[in-house]
């Protein structure tokens, strides 16, 4: 898969967990940083959560469509 549809997916499915959009830099972000800025930005049912908890969660929701999507085309 294209870097560019895993960083699609991602931005997609971070919509489920945070209450603003990714900075457009998300994915050049150093890992301290983007753990930092999705705790920022963490959707109130996640606000207390750390940042590396967010991104494995948001990761994890972007594969399973994404693997649910290309069986479905299949």
Do not use: C, H
């Amino acid at each position: 898969m294209s870097e560019l549809k895993e960083n699609n997916d991602f931005e997609w499915a971070s919509s489920f967990y945070l209450s603003s959009d990714l900075p457009k830099d998300w994915d050049v972000m150093e890992d301290d940083k983007l753990f930092s800025t999705l705790e920022q930005l963490a959707w109130q049912p996640f606000e207390y959560w750390d940042g590396e908890s967010i991104y494995r969660e948001i990761e994890n929701l972007s594969s399973s469509v994404r693997t649910y999507i290309n069986k479905e085309n299949k």
